[in-house]
């Protein structure tokens, strides 16, 4: 489902991703760890474009991102046509972003509408069946302000179902959370994972890692250090930046 090959990325004279290759299959959860500032958040950005990448290649379900290949020459593709593979790659932030003046039920209808045409009543019928997905049908008239943060996160989630991609990406999608409502998240990933859903989760909860995950990649310093089963990296570390690493969050 995704390949990324090589990929280099700089911010000034900071190479943020020095050599990334990783594979992720179809209904795999992979989960991503690492120290702050090794580029998990710039790996998953590049994913859909959100950054370019200055070396490398990345493909999402067969589909160069961001490219289009003409003979051995690679030209960037139009914003519409970047916005158009997005919608096939949903993203969840740390932060929600949820639009904070729209409804729940307009935050999930929005993107459905504009993006991929559905009717009104079409995507209030997907809306209604994911809200009830993430056990919040009883919130659709909400704004996101009224919600707890646990239920904006869901609502994140069933949002970027929405859109039916086939590939989700979430950055720490419970750091921001008060400790008690993280499982409920957390529940709802677990969830989506049992399904068959592709994931890759950048996230610092070993447990879920340990539980959910089919494969662990271990980043420090722009690259991947270390990948395995969860078993195997978070059991069985072969390195010392990953030893040290679990260590302290363990
Ligand atoms: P992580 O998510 O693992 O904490 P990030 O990918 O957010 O790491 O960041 C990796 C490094 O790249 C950090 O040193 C960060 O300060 C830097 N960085 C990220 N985004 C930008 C940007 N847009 N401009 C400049 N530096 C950036
Ligand atoms: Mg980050």
């Known amino acids: 489902m995704v390949e990324v090959r090589g990929v280099h ?29 090794s ?75 504009s993006a ?22 009883d919130k659709r008239r909400a704004y996101p302000r009224q919600l707890s943060g646990g239920q904006q996160q869901r609502v994140a989630i069933a ?9 989700l990406l979430f950055d720490e999608p419970t750091s921001a959370l008060d400790p008690e409502l993280v499982g409920e998240v957390l529940d709802v990933i677990r969830d989506l994972a049992e399904q068959g859903t592709t994931m890759i989760v950048v996230t610092h909860e070993i447990g879920f890692a340990r539980e959910v995950a089919d494969t662990v990649v271990f ?12 078993a195997e990296v978070l059991d069985r570390p072969r390195h010392e930046r990953t030893r040290a690493f679990l260590s302290k969050v363990l």
């Open 159 to 167: 949002r970027a179902l929405a859109l039916e991609p086939r590939l």
């Open 116 to 137: 991929l045409g559905l009717s009104r009543a079409e995507a209030v019928a997907r809306a209604d069946r994911l809200l009830e997905r993430v056990g919040l049908a």
């Open 9 to 37: 990325k700089r911010f000034g004279s900071h190479e943020v991703l020095r050599g990334i290759d990783l594979d992720v299959y179809p209904g795999e959860v992979t989960v991503v760890l690492g120290p702050s500032g």
């Open 39 to 113: 580029g998990k958040s710039t790996l998953l950005r590049t994913l859909n474009h959100l950054e370019k990448v200055d070396r490398g290649q990345i493909s999402v379900d067969g589909g160069l991102i961001g490219y289009r290949r003409v003979g051995d020459r690679l030209y960037e593709l139009r914003e519409r046509e970047i916005l158009r593979q997005r919608t096939r790659i949903g993203f969840v932030f740390q932060n929600f972003h949820l639009f904070p003046h729209l409804t729940v039920l307009d935050n999930l209808t929005e993107a459905p509408v």
């Open 219 to 230: 980043m420090d310093e722009g690259r991947i250090v270390e990948r395995g089963t969860p």
